[in-house]
């Protein structure tokens, strides 16, 4: 017992101090065991020095919104894996594509995905981007996955017209005709949220004809992504912040949210089979005075096309099996195509533009090519049809370049190595030279950016935009670059709304490059880029002049 002598002596008391002291050193020794054993378990994979003990690196670096070139940096530096987080890597080695993202390696979302879901009525509910449950995802796709089909995809086409006329016609009155600048980057932004809401209710939301962000709807997806591109970093944050039960009940904003309520009227309205009776004034487009008489002649104006739009379909799925094509699912359906379509497309076609504008050489083989079909009466003006666009390699390739260049989400598509296998096995690991095991339970996540930027897949000149790679004589290189294209993602939980994408970028590509002379009003200019996970960028100015006769 002499050990205990010292603190049983009147001097070494149990005084506060000393108790202070004693929790203290627990409270250490726990920090200094729980770094030791969280830097311990990817000790072997390289990365900053912080993002080993703590994801409030990463939670920083995506914050700053320049994570890509972060990220970027950080693989040139460390090679395929770099640990951005204790127990997150991010990797790039190609090869892996399939081992986490092939269809039955049964890799899932990680939580990044389960910040996006929203609380209703104290439930999770989870649209089918963001469950992390794959047995939910099986039913919640199933039933609406024949919608977005190749073979579909062109009875779409009348409504995709429809607005991409109001489009035309806007850039002709506002900017062709007056010879001010455009705000392009704003303007595709608003054409991609009008054509979702046109496939989706026959109705477009209104920002082409109100020339405005229509009830704050583009605000409010940025804030969103602003807000759980960062979370998603660190999700336990998400639970004791904006999912904390306290939050909800007192502090979160009851107004619906504004795609939702413009969902359920829509809803309402084709239930009682009234398109028309709408006593939301905001949902009433203004009358839109089309000048171009075959610009005019495309306009649905609110009637219904021959072919049925999204909601018509998921309707009939909801007469035909109740049980499982819900009133809340078909909500959420609506809900996932204007989310997930919208700026997902924005970005891509914001990206073609400023690539096209910044080297003309692009542009001006684009438009001989968009010539020559026209010649050859393979072009109909001033709307191109889908079958006509899709055989006209030049322009693919341009799409495909753009769509690598700028993946429109772009952090690390996060997975979790399944527990049920002996982990993820990384051959002959270029820095160390030995095979590496990332054991179950590890997050792990190609980013499309960096993937896009390999000069083992897209050659020396991979950080360049050269759309003529895409052509190459060598099959094999091209069908590899586009094995590697991860842009729509891959595998089982790839892009739903990927033909839908490939639709729209198709045939508003050759209508505008047809139709105007376009430059930037400030070349010198480099734009800004916002990576919330969804790329934004702004400062995309446009001046237009109308083309001659026949465009
Ligand atoms: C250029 C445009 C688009 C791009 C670049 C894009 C990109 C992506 C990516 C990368 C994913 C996978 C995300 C992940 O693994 O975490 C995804 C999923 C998804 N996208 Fe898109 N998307 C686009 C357009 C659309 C459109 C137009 C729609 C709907 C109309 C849509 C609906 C979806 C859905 C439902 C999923 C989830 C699929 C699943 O989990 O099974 N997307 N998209």
Redesign the pocket.
């Known amino acids: 017992m002499a050990f205990l002598a010292p603190f049983l002596d009147n001097d070494f008391s149990l005084s506060p101090s000393f108790a202070q002291l004693l929790l203290y050193s627990f409270v250490f020794l726990f920090v200094v065991g729980h770094l030791t054993s969280t830097y311990a378990t990817h000790r072997n994979i390289p990365g900053p020095f912080l993002a080993k003990f703590t994801d409030l690196w990463r939670l920083y670096i995506v914050w700053r919104r320049d994570s890509h070139d972060t990220y970027l940096r950080l693989h040139q530096q460390y090679g395929d894996l770099v640990r951005i987080g204790p127990n997150c890597i991010s990797i790039s080695a190609p090869d892996l594509v399939p081992s986490i993202y092939g269809i039955g390696k049964g890799f899932v ?1 990680s939580d990044f ?1 389960s910040v996006w879901q929203n609380i209703v009525n104290g439930q999770r509910v989870a649209s ?2 963001f469950t992390t449950d794959e047995v939910q ?1 099986a039913a919640m ?1 199933k039933p609406i996955a024949n919608a ?1 089909s190749l073979s579909t995809l062109k009875e779409f086409e009348p409504l995709l017209d429809s607005t991409t006329a109001v489009f035309l016609s806007r850039l002709d009155d506002l900017f062709a005709s007056t010879g001010k600048v455009c705000d392009l980057g704003t303007w595709l932004q608003w054409y991609a949220f009008d054509v ?1 809401g046109e496939l989706t209710f026959s109705q477009r939301l209104g920002f082409l004809e109100k020339a405005t962000d229509v009830e704050g709807i583009i605000a409010s997806v940025a804030r969103n992504f602003d807000r759980c591109s960062v979370l998603g970093q660190m999700p336990w944050l998400d639970q004791f912040t904006y999912k904390n039960p306290i939050y909800l009940k007192f502090f979160a904003k009851a107004a619906a949210n504004p795609i939702i309520a413009f969902g359920q009227r829509r809803l309402q309205e084709r239930i009682k089979g009234q398109e028309a009776d709408d006593d939301a004034a905001n949902d009433q487009q203004p009358a839109t005075t089309i000048s171009d008489p075959l610009l005019e002649a495309k306009v649905l104006h609110g009637t219904l096309p021959s072919k049925p739009d999204f909601l018509s379909r998921f309707l009939t799925l909801h007469k035909e099996q109740p049980e499982i094509v819900t009133n809340t699912r078909l909500l959420a359906y609506l809900f ?2 204007i989310n ?2 919208s700026d ?2 924005g970005s ?1 076609i914001r990206a073609l533009f400023y690539h096209l504008l910044k080297n003309p050489d692009t542009l001006s083989t684009l438009r001989t090519e968009l010539q020559t079909a026209q010649k050859q009466d393979n072009l109909s003006l001033p709307l191109p049809t889908w079958t006509q666009c899709q055989s006209l390699p030049y322009l693919n390739a341009v799409i495909k370049e753009s ?1 690598r260049l700028n ?3 772009a952090l690390p ?1 996060e997975r979790i190595i399944p527990s049920n296998t002996p982990g993820l096995q990384i051959p002959h690991h270029p820095t160390t030279k030995e095979t590496i095991t990332l054991p179950p339970g590890t997050i792990v996540g190609i980013n ?1 950016w960096i993937l896009h930027r390999d000069t083992r897949i897209f050659g020396s000149d991979a950080a360049k935009w050269n759309p003529s790679r895409w052509l190459d004589d060598d099959a094999d290189k091209v069908k590899y670059m586009e094995h590697h294209l ?4 891959a595998g ?7 033909n ?2 490939m639709l729209e ?1 198709g045939k508003l590509v050759p209508a505008l490059v047809m139709r105007y002379e376009m430059r930037l009003a400030e070349p010198g200019r480099e734009w800004r880029v916002w990576n919330a996970w969804a790329v934004r960028q702004e400062g995309l100015q446009v001046l237009f002049d109308r083309r001659g006769e026949g465009s």
């Open positions: 979302k995905y089918m981007v995802h796709k977005y979702i996932m195509n997930a379509g997902t497309i891509t769509l993946p429109a989400l598509l499309p991860l842009a729509f993602g089982k939980r790839s892009c739903l709304g990927k839908i994408a970028l």
